[in-house]
């Protein structure tokens, strides 16, 4: 998800000792290819895998900031152990980096993997 993704480049960008905690990384089902390899892996044929993307509108950068201050999550609890000092750092490499609007929305998709295949049963 874009939100997610530009909250993790800035935070590494800050702060090296977050790439391990980058849910990117640390969940490689994120990806289309791994989850095309777990569903081949289990036996299943004609594998289809596709985007569903979701537009996700945040109203201003607060709308976007304030739930990662929420410590509940791998992103808010890595953001809740940061000095203030760091934290703001982060925020406002999210504010040079976020694809803000004059008006100050800032348009982001949020993306889910569909996948499917089929079990071919022996007759």
Known sequence: MEFLRYFWDA???QDHAAKELDEGYRFPL???EKLIELFT????D?????????????????DYW?????A???????????SDDLRNAIADKLRETLPIQPDG????????WAIR???????
Do not use: M, N, W
């Not at 509940?72 to 940061?82: E, F, K, N, R, W």
């Not at 929305?105 to 889910?112: D, F, N, R, S, Y």
């Not at 295949?117 to 007759?123: E, I, K, M, N, P």
């Open 66 to 70: 304030l739930p990662f201050l929420g």
């Open 41 to 44: 892996k289990s036996g299943l």
């Open 105 to 112: 929305t800032i348009p982001l998709k949020a993306k889910a």
């Open 30 to 32: 994120c990806h289309p």
């Open 72 to 82: 509940t999550g791998p992103a808010p609890t890595y953001i809740a152990s940061l």
């Open 117 to 123: 295949g089929v079990v071919h049963r022996a007759r």
């Open 46 to 62: 004609d594998i289809q895998c596709e985007a569903v993307e979701i537009p996700t509108l945040f109203t201003h950068f607060d």
């Open 11 to 13: 935070a590494t960008a």
